[in-house]
């Protein structure tokens, strides 16, 4: 090759744009169930497009599960897996990324990341109801970082949109369908099959555990809205005072119920700002106009509101259950390279949080009958509206949180089983009181 040739190809060869090497992210996972398989083989599907996109090459150096000889029908080097907590800890890793759910094992592995410095991610909403305000003081103290967008909405980046109005606007009211389990199984009652056939195919379809009573109960969106009011409101999980009304055996009733006036069911987690700065929370089933978005929000699909006075409320909705949208959260924040954001947190609180002093209507449906129930419930100081259209074993009635709580309670102490749901739905009479 003549001197002329090598020196033209060496000129181009400095013209050619430089590639930036890719920079490796270490990232240690805690748990390879649903959710960390969905992950692990998200990362596996993606490395060409996030190696493209981002510059950066991921590269899992620990898992974290029970059992190491357990086929996962993941493509994974034996070596990376282990059972011992102690030994994932002590990972050098940048990231660690949990995945196991639950409280103490999670929080061990949380506060050992964020003293070292890294970056602590996790879909977990009990930890951070539970712990939120301790891991994000420990990051902060630590120059460690602390996401949790997954946690909340699966692939509905609620938390995403609320930590970015901070500083702009504290939200009216946060309202929003948080639990995909539930969603389906109402979803599926609406289409005529019962409540156990309904939870029988969300199991098959892997959009609910074996035992799914925190979903269905109320337990987990109470979780998700703690945080949101935490992000929101800079309170703290355990200064809210929640009411909870949970899905029973006896949804059905509602469900047939809300079709007669042209409603759907939906179990509804809401934070509310009063004129004095007081906060309420709840998590009910409401029932909603059909053609409301609420309504047609159906199946798995999260949707979350934000009221900010503006002419329409800021929307963020997607599917909220199963291993592959929570995994895509996950990723999400993993693929976030801002600076470490400071959480509202507690100890300067401007909002209060109160028991809700408002009447609202309600619709209680009983068995075996509503005649069996009437005296428990007026005792509870329930309002019954009189002249209420309503299927047989059911009633409307008028009053505040608190007392249809206490009626469901002496319901239950007379062994009737019941459902209630708030009825947001427009009414012909007053609920004045």
């Not at 992210?25 to 992950?39: F, K």
């Not at 301790?134 to 996401?147: K, N, P, Q, V």
């Not at 019962?194 to 979903?215: C, P, V």
């Not at 709840?282 to 006075?309: C, K, M, Q, Y």
């Amino acid at each position: 090759m003549s001197a002329a040739v090598l020196e033209r190809l060496h000129d181009e060869a400095l013209l050619q744009p430089s590639v930036p090497p890719l920079r490796t992210i270490r990232v240690g996972l805690a748990g390879c169930g649903v959710v960390g398989g969905a992950l692990v083989r998200l990362l596996d599907d993606c490395a060409d497009t996030i190696a493209a996109r981002h510059g950066v090459k991921i590269e899992l150096s620990r898992i974290l599960v029970r059992d190491v000889r357990r086929d996962r029908g993941l493509q994974l080097p034996a070596t990376i897996l282990t059972s011992d907590r102690a030994s994932f800890i002590a990972e050098d890793v940048d990231v660690v990324v949990e995945a196991i759910g639950g409280i103490d094992a999670a929080g061990e592995i949380a506060r050992a990341a964020l003293r070292g410095g890294r970056k602590f991610i996790t879909a977990n909403k009990e930890l951070i109801a539970s712990e939120g305000n301790e891991l994000a003081a420990l990051a902060r103290d630590a120059a460690g970082s602390l996401d949790f967008g997954a946690s909340v909405g699966g692939s509905a980046p609620v938390i995403s949109l609320l930590r970015d109005l901070l500083g702009v606007a504290s939200p009216r009211s946060v309202r929003g369908i948080l639990n995909g389990t539930s969603n389906y199984v109402l979803t599926q009652i609406e289409r005529g099959l019962s409540y156990g056939d309904a939870l029988a195919g969300a199991r098959q379809r892997g959009l609910a555990e074996a035992d799914s009573s925190r979903d269905l109960d109320g337990r987990d969106s109470a979780a998700k809205l703690s945080i949101i009011a935490w992000i929101s409101y800079g309170i703290a999980p355990s200064a809210l005072r929640m009411s909870r009304i949970g899905l029973t055996s006896t949804a059905d009733a509602l469900v047939r119920y809300a079709a007669t006036l042209g409603g759907r069911v939906r179990l509804l987690a809401e934070s509310v700002v009063l004129p004095r700065r007081e906060i309420i929370t709840s998590v009910e089933p409401v029932i909603v106009r059909a053609s409301s978005s609420f309504g047609r929000t159906e199946h798995e699909d999260n949707r979350v509101e934000v009221d900010l006075g503006w002419a329409a409320p800021l929307t963020v909705s997607g599917p909220g259950a199963g291993g592959p949208p929570t995994a895509t959260a996950l990723l999400g924040d993993l693929l976030n390279s801002a600076l470490p954001r400071n959480e509202r947190g507690s100890g300067a609180e401007a909002f209060t949080p109160v028991d809700d002093p408002r009447v609202h209507r309600w619709l209680l449906a009983t068995r075996p009958s509503a005649a069996d129930s009437r005296f428990a419930i007026e005792e509870s100081c329930v309002r019954i509206v009189e002249g209420a259209n309503t299927p047989e074993g059911s009633i409307v009635a008028e009053a505040r949180r608190a007392e249809i709580l206490e009626a469901i309670r002496r319901l239950e102490v007379r062994g009737l089983d019941s459902a209630v749901a708030r009825l947001d739905l427009p009414s012909s009479g007053r609920c004045d009181r």
